[in-house]
């Protein structure tokens, strides 16, 4: 196989026990050899999943068993944060001090690190409240928010987070918002059939969307948004076939508007049979 160099650094922060389109983009994240993954967390999840009690611990507990499964051991400690949204206050949890740990810890090379969240920004906030001197040290990749409406669901969930980590001036942002993540569609027939024929992490997914609890009112259809994975485009893959929109400031931000959804698919399934 064509050696495949490190690119960038990255903390995954998701709410593992929500939608289980963010267990496909943290299996991605974990087979991409352009990426070196420093740290894990997990995030509470919206109510439509239920009771949210417990959900940030069991999403890290869904975390770990993949990786497990993908024999990935050493990736496979995931912190998990509280199961309440942003307070304004400090308050102590395992993601957050995970989040600013790995920020702190630095490195001797010049490869970037990247703070991907496809969830609510609960984590991401606790730790910039705790240290806000980080800000200028990582760069946030944020599936979320909406140009049009901000009931979007990762912003919904926990808007207040949302918004002191967006208004954050020292902070560099690269987001994925409603608009664009969901661009990124297979079909249902596309997703059984390939996570069903590429071996145990496929099946292990394939058990998750199979299984996964939502309301009654929530009905399938025949396209599965995989939104989460969205950016990998900035992490394992590259962004030449995507288009975005920046700002002149410092640090700049960076809206994506078109996402190259057979690069990233064809990407997933092709390491994932590979690494199988």
């Known amino acids: 196989m064509i050696n495949v160099e490190p690119r960038c650094r990255i903390i995954l922060d998701n709410d593992w026990a929500g939608d ?18 420093i740290a894990i967390t997990s995030s509470l999840t919206n109510p439509m999943f239920g009771p949210p009690e417990g959900m940030a611990q069991a999403g890290a507990g869904l975390a770990e068993d993949l990786l497990r499964v993908l024999k990935l051991p050493e990736l496979a400690t995931v912190h998990a944060g509280p199961d309440t949204s942003f307070t304004g206050q400090r308050r102590d949890n395992a993601a957050a001090r995970a989040i600013i740990g790995a920020v702190k810890a630095g490195t001797s090379d010049d490869i970037p690190l990247i703070l991907v969240c496809a ?38 969930t926990d808007p207040a987070a949302a918004r002191f980590v967006l208004d954050n001036q020292q902070l560099g942002v690269w987001q994925f918002p409603l608009e664009t993540y ?69 640090p700049s931000r960076r809206t994506y508007t078109g996402v190259d959804s057979r690069l990233i698919i064809g990407d997933f399934f092709a390491r994932l049979r590979l690494h199988n």
């Open 119 to 156: 969830g609510p920004l609960t984590n991401v906030a606790d730790a910039l409240l705790v240290e806000p001197e980080i800000a200028a040290l990582f760069r946030l990749a944020w599936v979320g928010g909406s140009a049009a409406n901000e009931d979007e669901y990762n912003y919904y």
């Open 20 to 37: 289980p389109d963010g267990l496909i983009g943290l299996a991605h994240h974990a087979l991409s050899p352009a990426n070196r993954i």
């Open 182 to 250: 969901r661009q990124l569609v297979i079909s249902v027939a596309e997703l059984d059939y390939s996570l069903k024929t590429a071996g145990p992490g496929g099946a292990w997914l394939w058990e998750r969307f199979n299984t996964v609890q939502v309301p009654d009112f929530v009905k399938f259809g025949p396209l599965w948004c995989l939104g989460d994975s969205a950016p990998l485009v900035v992490t394992g893959l590259d962004d030449v076939t995507c288009t975005f929109e920046e700002t002149d400031s410092l």
